[in-house]
């Protein structure tokens, strides 16, 4: 494929980003690789990357990015892969509004931002790829991920509407829906728990103790995990096809609760569910 192709991809800390940013730089694409934290971008660009600071919870930082990333491509852009995203666990009756806003400016309202940023430039050229890293919690809800599943369901309530919605402008939108991946989500995720549950006080403690286990367990939590390199062997065809996928399933998991809730009844699938959440 052609060196000129260019990407923008966030959350490249660790993870699923930092495996994209390493593959497609590979395959000959132009990465320009984001993270929040400057430690982590000085830490790319010693790699060899072109990185920028990126905060998705933060507007001026997606606006800044954006305009170094096009005035270092010449104001194009072939990609878009909207990776950058954390888990906010705990039970709903847990979660206040700061706290659910606080998940929702992540992985939706600054994912959001940074794509309509990037749609003018892709329309513009006639053509262009947007993937969005979902989770097949995105639409197979889990107890006491409430925060994370509502912002994934909403995430692909916003990614379909804006596939519709770029028909026959030459930009190709896809959802990538991973089920476990070997990554620090869990750490990050155990973090935020810390922050902002108050499990001491909640009718939920002696369930937070056995996911407080999960969350600092080494190794893959639970089975079926596969690492970072499916989920970007998924982003290579969205990319790469002549017609990609509206959806990427990724690990069995996803394929398994898929199946599911296209055949089951709510009431079945939610003591499957209940089993394993």
């Known amino acids: ?102 998940q929702f400016e992540t992985n939706l309202f600054g994912t959001h931002e940074l794509t309509n940023l990037v749609i003018p430039v ?18 197979a809800a889990m107890r006491f991920r409430g925060a994370y599943n509502a912002s994934k369901f909403a995430l692909e309530g916003l990614t379909d509407t804006l596939r519709l919605e770029l028909v026959g402008s030459g930009v190709h939108v896809s959802l990538v829906e991973p089920g476990p991946i070997q990554s620090r989500f869990r750490d990050n995720a155990y973090r ?37 390199e499916a989920v970007v062997a998924k982003v290579i065809h969205a990319l790469e096809a002549l017609r990609p996928k509206a959806r990427y399933y990724v690990t069995f998991p ?5 199946y599911l809730k296209r055949i089951l009844p709510d009431r079945a699938l939610d003591h499957i569910v209940g089993k394993v959440g």
């Open 1 to 102: 494929m052609s060196t000129t192709k260019s990407i923008l991809i966030t959350g490249c800390s660790s993870g699923i980003g930092l495996c994209a940013a390493r593959l497609l730089r590979e395959r000959g694409y132009r990465v320009f690789a984001t993270a929040r934290q400057a430690g982590d971008v000085e830490r790319l660009v010693s790699e060899g990357f072109e990185a920028v600071r990126l905060d998705l919870a933060d507007s001026a930082s997606i606006q800044s990015a954006v305009s170094q990333v096009l005035a270092a491509s010449g104001g194009s852009l072939y990609g878009l892969f909207n990776n950058g995203a954390y888990g906010q666990p705990g039970a709903v009756e847990d979660l206040s509004r700061d706290v659910l806003r606080e």
């Open 122 to 139: 892709m329309r513009r050229q006639g053509y262009g790829r947007i993937v969005q890293n979902s989770s097949v919690l995105g639409f």
């Open 192 to 228: 935020m728990y810390l922050t902002h549950i108050d499990r001491e006080h909640s009718r939920h403690r002696e369930t937070y103790q056995a996911m407080e286990a999960r969350l600092q367990k080494e190794g893959p939590a639970v089975p079926f995990t596969q690492g970072p």
């Open 254 to 258: 996803t394929y398994l609760f898929g």
